[in-house]
Structure formats: C-alpha cells, structure tokens
C-alpha cells in the first residue's frame, strides 16, 4: 500500500474522530488544505503518526483544543489589506451609521487582528456605542488570543502603516500601550465586542447584522461550505447590510450571487439586495 | 610618635636605627672607660712618687743613719783606740756609698733635693777626708791620739755631720711636702675616677633605656599592630593600614600590607563583580523574549546595583528610536517619555557617547523613588547604554540611592556588554522564530490561498472547457444549417411550383379556420364566463358566510346566556325555546362554517400548510375527542395502526385533522349500534407511497346507487336523513374536496344496512405543486378516477403583487444583464432560469410583462408562451420573445409582441422593455409622510421624486393619524420625534386604529437601544439621518413600494390554531437581542395566546423577572452581547426563587458541547436555531 493512500486512510479517520468525539466537521473542507494543517499539526506536536493524533484526540481531554488551534489558521494583521479597512470607512460606515444600531459579526476573527481594526474605525468614525461586534470563531484557542488583545511590538509598525493607508485619522499609537515588546489594545476597545465560538460549518444564524466581515476563511472551505457559509451570511444580513470577503474570495461562483451586489471592483464587498430581488 | 610627620629617625632604616642607638650607647662607654683608663694611670702616677718618695725618705734616713753610725764607729774607735770599734765605721762607709749612689738615682729629677743630696755627699766627703782619716791617723799614733781625742771632744766633725744631717732633714721634708702634694693629686684622680664610674654607669643606664624605648617604639608597636592587623587583612576587612608614610621596613612592611590589603580588596571586589555578573547572566539566559529579558535585565541590574528604579529601552532599528520597554520600582504612569530618539535627552545621549553616564546630584523635581513608607529623590541616576560589538542594543536608566561604588561600576560596566551580546542574541532567536511562525503561518494561507485559486483556475478552466464546447457545437449547427439552407433553397424553389395550386385551396381553408376560430373564441369566452361564475360564486358564498358569522356570533352568545338563565327570570319553556334558538344557530354557523370551507376548496383559497405529523398522535387525539360520544352511544370505537403503515406524513395536520372528525361524526351519526373503527395502513397512490385511513362503521349504509353522489354537495343518501340525521350535508364534500387538495383520495365502499368504510388514501409526502391545483376534482369512487378533464393546471388564485417584468433566460449571467437593465430603470423585476420556474412564477406574481429566452433547460420557450397566453391572468401579459434563432414569425404567431435576435444591444433590450410596456407599467402608490419640519419633508418629497409615488404630507401626528383614518396607503414614511405626540405614541395610535401599511422611520436623531427596540414592534426599517441616509431611505421606501420579501420581516405567520388549552394565559419571557427573532416568535407566541414579555439582554431579563412574578418560562437566546446566555442563565439559577423556573435556551450553535453547555449553565431543555415553531411549542407544552 502505497503511504500516500495510507495518509489518507488515516486523515479520513482523525476527521471521522474529529467529527464524532467533538463535533467539529472538516468534511467540506478543502482536502489538500485540510491533509496539510494535518500534517502540520502531526509535525508540530511531535505525533509519529497522525493515527496516533488520533488516538489522543479521543483519550485526551484537553488535546482537542491544540487541535483546532493548530488546524486552524490564524493568520492576520491590524488593518489588512488597507484599500479594504479605507473602503469600510469610507463607504460603509456612513451608510451603517444610518441604521439605529449596528451589528457586526466577523466570522473567522483569528488572532482579534480585524476586530479591533474594527473598533477603531468605528471609534474614529463616532459609531462604536451603536455597535455591537460579534467576534467568532471555531478555534477556542484564537479566541482567547483575540480577548487578549496583545500582538508582538515589531508587528505594531506594518500595523501602523496599514493603519495610515486605510485611512486612519489618528496614529495608532492612541490606541495600544507598548509593554516589553509587546502592544496590548485599549480596553475600551473590547467594551461592545462579544466574542464567541462560531463554526461556520454547523452553527447557525444568530442574529440580524448590519455588516459581516468574513475574510480569508472561505478559502479553506470546500464549494458546499462555503455556500452554506454564505448562507449564513446572507441569512443574517438586514436588507442593505454589507458582507465583506477576503481578497481572494468572491461570490460569484455563488448561487447566492445574486442576492448581493458588488460594491467595487477592488475590494470584495458586497451589498445585499439593495436594489432588487431577482430570484424568487 | 608621629604618623604625620616622620622624624629623621623615623625614616632611618631598622639596622641604622639600631647602629645609632647602640652606637651611641658605645660611644658614651669608651669614652667613660678611657677617662677612668687615664684616671687610672694618673693614680699609679701619683702612687709611683708617693712610692718613689717613700722611698727617697728610707734612703736618706738611711743615709743620715749611716752617716751617723760612721761617726759613732769613729767616735768609738777614738775613745776607745779599739780597731774593733773601726769597723761600723768601715761598713758605713761602704753602706753610705750604697745608699747615696741609690738616693742619687732617685733624687735626680728633682734638682732642688739632688743639689742637696749632692750636698751632703760633699759634705761626708769632706768629713771622711778631713775629720775621719786624721782623727784615724792621730788614734793610730798613741801620741797623737790624744789630738784625736781632743779633736773629737772639741767637735771639729761634728758641724759638718750635722749639716749633714740638716740637709737630709731638709730633703725629708721636701719630699714629706712632695708626698702630701702628691697623694693629693691621687685623692683628686681618686674621686674624679669614682665620679667617672658613676657617670658612666647612669650614662650606660639612660642610653640603654632610652634605646629599648626608642626601639619599642619605632619598631615595637607598629610592627605588634601591623601584626594585628593580619587576621583582619586574611578575613579580608578593609582596614586601614598606618605607618604607610615611612619609609623604613616598617613603612615597606605597612605598603606592603597595604598593597597585600588593597590586591585581597580588589580581588574580593573583583569575585563580587565576577559573581554577580555571572548571576545577572545567568538570570538572562533563561529569557527567551525581549519582554522578559528586559525586565530581567532591569530588575536584576537594580537588584545589584541597589538601584531605587530603573528603566530599560531598547533600541528600534526600524523606527531608529529607543523604547521603553521595562521599568522596576516605578509607577506605571511615571514613564511620561516612552521613546527617545538617538543623542535625545540623557538616554539618548548615552547611546551615542556609548558610555556610562552617571547624573549626580540629581535636579530637584526628578523622579522620586517610592516605597510604602515614602519617598527619597535618588542620589544619583546612571544611564548606561547595552552596547556589544560597536552596537547598541538599548540603554538602562537606574536611580540610585547611593553614589555607585566602583566595583558597581565595574559590574555595571561589564554586564551592559555581556548583556548586550545576550539581549541582541536573544531578540535575534525571538524575532527568527517569530518570523519562523509567522512565515509558516503565512505559506499556510499561501498555500490556502493557491489552492483556493487553483480550485478557482479549476472552476475557470472547466467553464472555458464548457464554453468552448459549445462552440463547437454551434459551429456544427451552422454548418449544418449552411447545408440545409441550400437543400431547403431548392425545395422552396419546387414548392413554389406547387404554391399556386395550393393557394386556392388555402382560401377556402381559411375561411373555414376563422369560422372555426370564431367558434372557438365563442366557447372560449362561455368557459371563462363560466369559471367567472362559479368563481364569483365561491367568491360569494365565501364573503356571504363570512358576513354571516359575525352576526351569528353575537346571537349565539345572547342566545347562550338566555338558555343559561343565569338571572333566573325565564320560565322553562322561555328557557328551552332560547336552548331551540341557540342550537338552530349553532347548527347554522356549522352550515356555515362547512359552506365557508367548502367554497375555500371550490375557490382555490384553502391555503395549505405542510408539516411533519405524526400519524399515531393525531389518530389519537380523535380517539379521545370521540371516545365521550361513542360511550354516550353506546358504541365501540377502535383506532387501529397497522404496523407497516408509515409514523410520520408530511401533510397539513389540521386539515387533516379536520376530514377524518368529518368522516367520523358523519360515522357516529349514521351508526346506531355496533363499532366505529379508525385505521391506518400502508397503500400506494400510483407510485408513491402513501397510508389509506379508513372510517368503517356499522351503520346504515348507503344505497349502491346513491354512493357516485355522496361526495356533492348537498347530498345525503335520502333527504329524509337530513332531517332525522341533522348535518349540512356538506361534510363529505369537504372531505373530498380537502383530500384532493392534500394530493389524495377518497373512496367509498357501502353496504346498505351494513355500514361504510369511508377511505382516504394521502402520499406520505404531500408534493408542494399541490397546493396550487386546489379545485376539488370529482373524487375517485370505487368505480374509479374520472379522468382530469383539463390538463393544464387551473389557474387559480389570481396572481398578486405590483406587477413586474419576467425574465425568462437560462443563462443566469445574461439574465442579470437583462435584470440590471430593467431595474435600472425603476423596473421590479423577477427572474427564472426554466419554463417551469417562469410558469410557476406566473401564477403567483403578477407581471406587466415578459422578456422570454426560447432555448429553456427542460420545457422551451414556446410551450411557455403558450402556456402563458392559456392562462387568463397572463395571457394579456405582453411577452418579448429573446432567442438565440430565428423564428420571428412562430412568436408572432404565439402573440409575442416583438422578437429580439441574440446577441442583443443595450438599445435593443430597452426597446424590448418599451414593447412589453415599461413605460406605463406599476400604477403610482401613494405614501404618507409625517413630520413637522417642512423643510425636511420638502427634502423627502424631492428625494422620493424618482419614485412612481405619490406623497401626502402630514405636518403632525394629529394631521397624519387623520389621513390614516380617511385614506388608503400604501406606506407610511414617519419622524419619531413629532411634537404633538412624542414618543412615538402616533405609531402606538395609528396601529391601534387600523393595520399600518409599511413602516419607514426616518429619524433626524440617534435612539437609544430601548426606543429602537420600541420602533422594532412597527417596523424594522428605521432610517437614522446621515451623510448617507437619503439613499438608504430611498432603498426602504423603494423596497415596500415594489413589495419585495423583506429579510427583516417576520416569517409569514402561520395559521392561527386551536391554542393549546394548557398554553393560553402562561407568560413568557424571550431573551434575544435579534430583533427579527423576538418579534416574529413573539407574533407567533401571542397567538397561540401566551402572553409575550420581551428582554433584549441578560441584564434586561434579569430586570423583567426581578419586577414581574407572573413569568411562568423563559427562552434565552445564547449568543447575546455583553452578558451572554448561558451567564444570565446561570444569574437566573443563583437566585432561590428561580431555581424552578423553566428555561428553554435557544441556540444557533448546533455542536453536540454547545449544547451541553446550555444544560450544564441550567437550561431546562434547548432549541435550536432557527426556531421551528412547533417543536418550540411541544417544548413549551412539556415545560411550562
Ligand atoms: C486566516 S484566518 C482569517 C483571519 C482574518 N479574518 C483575516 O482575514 O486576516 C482564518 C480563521 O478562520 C477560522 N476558521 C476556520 N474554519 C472555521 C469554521 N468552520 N468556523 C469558524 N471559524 C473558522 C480559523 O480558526 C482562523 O482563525
């Protein structure tokens, strides 16, 4: 048998484990991306096997929680891709700033990095006790790093930068205290954020949003996930509200393509149905 | 003794010391000994002459004797003649010889005594010669003697032996004289040499002490305390070392202690500063962070140094700053300078002279070092930067509260450049495996990202590959068609030939085709009118029966309360007449209510609601519901479930609910003894599977040539039964005509006498498309279906809506461009993707026009454009034919309006959009505006202008609840804030007198989360004013005018039901903050006749349960913000008088712990999101 088919065999197996121990399902994941963050993971704790991952997997307690933290990729910055975080400011905040309250849910929040770029663009743009940021993800691990707030100190200059170039009105220094080399975020910036575990892949809508900013987390989802991701999505968003996607990430493979419009060329926010409904 | 000032003595030398004071010890001897050696001799001296002149006495004593015995031996000799007596005088002679030659010798350096002595020997001489030898000479001669003796008796001698005699007198004492004088001398030598010895004696004594003394002190005691200082020295105190100042061995001793003193302080200084260093160091090393480094750094250097705080900053390379990044003993908010660039204030400028500064005495007004007792300033504050290999790291700034010693300098110095090696190692190790992470963590969604776009290239490639397909396909078509072209050229060339000939017969034909056509309109329009009729009719009865209720209703009522007699005022015949009058009305409303039903069916206005019910359930709940009747009649009444007979059917329950208590009061009224049995079992509907639910009794039966008729309305087997049984006789064709509606069928099987078994037959999963075909086709009798006598589906309820424009077009890219097209210009357009899509779509929505692609997935565009012009709602609808072909003419002939070849022009679409009528399409609605700032409704108006609407203006509450009274509108834009009535008490009125149209608030304000959830109950489009709110407001208000589903608006309410008895009056209490969710559950909660109670956080539903004791279950959503559900739930639990109290969570997270999480938190039991209604019921049933 050859040991690529072997791999397999075992991968399949610690997603059957995965999925019937914790509940959590890779099924739609992309393979080749899931097969990697296996390995990955197998590497980095050291396991000879990834039969015996999963072994661990179903005897011990806490190892589900490294698990996800490791599949999971949570790769960010502050203020990434800046033409983004300057397009959120300038062409969506004004029209969320329309809307009595303001729900916004960042699916896929990582590390926290987006979702306090968030909160200082809606501090900065005077909307923040109107909104309520719903920060989720399925990673316990991310979470707790995303409540910390605190990123290394040599990230805060790009973060400055990305800042500056999304339009930023301030420095970002106002908004972090620099600690050892460490920045940790201003507390007041978490004040209406709830984070929360979320999984894409079985939870459900949970409330009604204004703006949902889910970016760079589709890429790893199969075509079905990421239509039920996007279900989610458009289920959860009022009429008028916005979906904001990662760079590499588009709709318009998507059935639910047109229930949204694109808001520009260049980024990858898209507004639901403002205009018309045209499937019924 | 003199430290200070070292004498000349002090500074000789020990052996020089010692020569001098021996030396001079010596000195004073010898001389005390040569002066006694010369006293001494001078004594021998003098007794040597006081010898000498003893001696010189004896002599001339001596020599007087003799001289005098001479002359006695002469005088003898003289008297006596005797010769004996000669001889005395012989041996005188001789004797004075000896003597005077001894005296002679002894008196010679005395010349004054050897002049006498001289004297005396003339003298004896002259004696001997003169008197001695004639006096012989005369005795000799007896003749002469006599002269001697004459002579002798006349003393001629004795003169001169007298002045021999004076003159040795004299000599004796001259030398008596000379030996006084010289035993003087000897006494004076005597007591000079005493006097000497004494001297000498305290001289050697002062000397000797004087010595030990001084040597005692110039050597004893220094050399005795140096001595004791080496104990001290070996236990390494820093003493003091004396005698460092001189310069003799004991200074060379003293330097050398020192030195030695000095080498054991450096070395211990030195093993300090090796020790502590290496203790810093090794601190460091178990840093593995640039944060925890410095801190440890700082921490440890203050620890050392005893610095009273401390500050470390390291160097950003990027930035070119220094940043503070650890601090000791200080207060956090004492940092007030964070970053310093190079050569900029103290810390700066150590980093650029890249030594170590220490600031002292320190400016009033610095930094003051605390503790919790008080604060000192520090004496001195070091800046010292960490540089190793010529490169600055960072720079530590320490208050100290003592001036550094030198070996903390030195410490200092030495571990700011190891420190510096292993700070700069170390934020190298850091930042390489955080770029390591970092770098893996970015190929990883690198990596994703490729995928994602090699998946995408995938997607693109497998398109292109379609794409290209189908040009080859059409490329085939076209050669083809090229071919056939020419073979069709010629055959048209033979029929023109044949043409003419047929031309003639054409005439006639189409004579007889428009008579036949007229005919066919003719009938047409007969079985339209017809169908308007019976149409009309239903229509009616529905509307008349409705109109009846109302009044029944009171009738009943008062007719109820008269049988009742409560008052007791009526006689028992007054009393059974109201009995007769409220039965007679009862049995009216239910001819009513079964004509109301029955004209439902006939009308196609039965709605169904699908769902998943259970068979053996609602079989039950008849079986209790008639139980009481078949025990009053004594009848036996079975329900029986055959085993293969399916558990669940999704059908409409209630419905079905409703046919078989149809079937079996029908049953119980025909049966007078014997059983009633309710079964269910397996069967088949064609292919699909589906359960026969059987009512068999043992009753009368039905006659066999009345059982085809049974199902039509108004019929019993015998009038007569009308009257003996009672009944409308519309029971039957309500179950027939429901049945059908559900997708099934009703039989009948009869035996007069015998009983009946009345059969439905449902599909276990009624098809949806069945709720449109709702007319009751002639049920199948045993004998049979009747065959459908129209294929086409019936059209129905009429479609509703503003009418839109169709699309119809496959291609859903192309279909956009059509749809962004059409809405840009104001147009509602709906799409579909297939024929049976747009048919369906047809029959629901109403359409001011068609643009209709030929080429359809599965039925082609001409069936549908022909299915179109067949139904009467659509068949005026204008259609545009779009198409790929050629076949103008066949659309024409079908009734397009125009036909558009492929591909098409921007133009050409909005001409086809002027040909289906877009221009005069969705007739003006009319809004309401309410708000009492003209200036802002001017706005509003001019902003809405694009709109086809027509705005009436109200300027105050009382103005526009007076138009909400008079007019019809179709939406209702509305300021919150309105003077007359703040808030928001017009909604609250206008919604209390009639149903509010659609709702848009515009507010020039923000709302609190409480009056927005207040708005929340009127509409969900609730506009805030803004840079960007015209637009916004024009999307809500664009949005109820062309009537699309809004995703805020609550789900379609269900039908109401019988609430469940046990339900009605409990409170509840729903916890969400989703707006959409508490408002549509709320809705639907109400009636089923609970009463709602809304929270929309935890601290909220807190605040509700704290002040209202009437809540009997809550249903907490869990994702809430702030305060989350299971929290509250927890808060909930914590309080004794809640402990019972039922929970419900809802919940979007479907993973097996998330629910579990709800339990753990105290939940009773969840639900999942989004909430399915009837399962939310059941729960509610179980728990509250
Ligand atoms: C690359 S990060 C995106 C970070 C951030 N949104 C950005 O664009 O910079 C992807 C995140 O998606 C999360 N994620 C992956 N699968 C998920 C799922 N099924 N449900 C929720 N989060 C998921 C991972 O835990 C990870 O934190």
Known sequence: ?280 | MSQEKPGWFESLAVRGKLGAVFGVQLAVLSLGTAAVLAALTQMREARRWTDHTHNVIEQIEAMRGEAVEQQAGLRGYIITSDRRFLEPYRYGVVEFENISQRLGVLVRDNPAQYERYSRVLALMGEWQTDVAARDIAYTENPATHHLAVEATIGGGGQRRIDAIKRLCEEMIREERRLLVSRSGTMERVESLLLSLIVGLMLAGWFTGAYAVALVNRVLGTPLSRLADLVPRLITGESVDVPYLERRDEVGTLARAFERLRDSSAEQRRADWVREQAARVLGALQHCDSDATFSDTLINRLCGVLEGGYGLAYRWNEQSAVLEWCAGFGLPDASVTRRRFRLGEGMIGQSMVERRIIEMMPVPAGYLQIVSGLGAAAPASVLFAPLTARGETVGVVEIGMLKPMTTAQRELLEQVIVTSALAWHSVSRSVRTSELLEESRGMTDELQSQQESLRAQGEELRSANEALRGRGEQLEEQGRRLRASEEELRAQAEELLITNSALEEKTGALRMRQDELEAARIDLERKASDLEQASHYKSEFLANMSHELRTPLNSMLILSKMLADNSDGNLDAEQVESARIMHDSGRSLLSLINDILDLSKVEAGKMGVALETVNVSTSLNALLQRFRPLAGERGLKFTVRIEPDATRELETDGARLAQILSNLLSNAFKFTHEGEIELLAEKAQLGAVPAVALSVRDTGIGIPAGKLDRVFQAFEQADSSTSRRYGGTGLGLSIVSGMTTLLGGQVKVRSEEGKGSTFTIVLPERSPQSQTATTTAGPPGVDTGAAPSLIAEPEPGEPPTGTPALLIVEDDRAFAKVLADIATRRGLDVVTAHTGRDALALARKRKLFGVLLDIGLPDISGWEVLERLKANPFTAGVPVHVVSGGDDSDRGKELGAVGFLRKPVDREAVVQALERVGAGNAPRRRRLLLVDHDPASRADIVALLSAENASIVEAGSAADGLAHLQAENFDGLIVDPDLADMPNFEFLAQASDRATLPPVVIYSRRELTPDESLRLREYTGSIVIHGARSPERLIDEVHLFLHAIERPGKPPAAPEPRTPGADLTGKTVLVVDDDMRNVFALSKTLRMRGLNVVMAQDGHKALAQLEARSDIDIVLMDIMMPGMDGYETIRRIRSAAQWQRLPIIAVTAKAMKGDREKCIEAGANDYCAKPIDIDQLVSLLRVWA
């Open chain 1, 1 to 280: 048998m050859h040991t690529s088919d072997r791999h397999d065999i075992e991968i399949d197996l610690f997603r059957r484990a995965l999925m019937l121990r914790h509940g959590y399902d890779f099924t739609g994941y992309a393979p080749a991306s899931f097969k990697r963050r296996v390995l990955a993971l197998q590497a980095a704790v050291q396991a000879p096997t990834v039969s015996r991952l999963t072994e661990r997997l179903l005897h011990e307690d806490g190892f589900v929680r490294t698990v996800i933290g490791r599949l999971s990729v949570p790769v960010s910055e502050m203020f990434r891709d800046p033409s983004v975080f300057r397009a959120l400011r300038e062409d969506v905040m004004p029209v969320l700033a329309t809307w009595p309250q303001i729900n916004i849910w960042q699916a896929g929040c990582a590390h926290g990095e987006e979702v306090y770029s968030l909160a200082i663009v809606l501090r900065e743009c005077g909307l923040y006790e109107r909104a309520h940021i719903f920060a989720t993800d399925f990673s316990e691990e991310a979470l707790a790093r995303a409540e910390e707030g605190i990123y290394p100190l040599h990230e805060a200059r790009a973060y400055s930068d990305n800042y500056l170039r999304a339009g930023g009105t301030g420095s970002l220094s106002d908004w972090y205290v620099a600690r050892y080399n460490r920045i940790k975020l201003d507390e007041s910036l978490r004040k209406r954020v709830t984070f929360a575990r979320h999984n894409l892949v079985s939870d459900g809508v949970f409330g009604e949003m204004q703006l949902i900013v889910c970016r760079n987390v589709l890429i790893y989802f199969g075509d079905d996930l990421q239509e039920r991701a996007l279900g989610l999505f458009r289920d959860s968003l009022v009429h008028g509200g916005f979906l904001c996607l990662g760079n590499r990430e588009s709709l318009a493979y998507s059935a639910m393509a047109d229930d949204f419009e694109r808001l520009s060329e260049e980024t990858a926010i898209y507004r639901r149905g403002i205009r018309a409904r045209r499937t019924i």
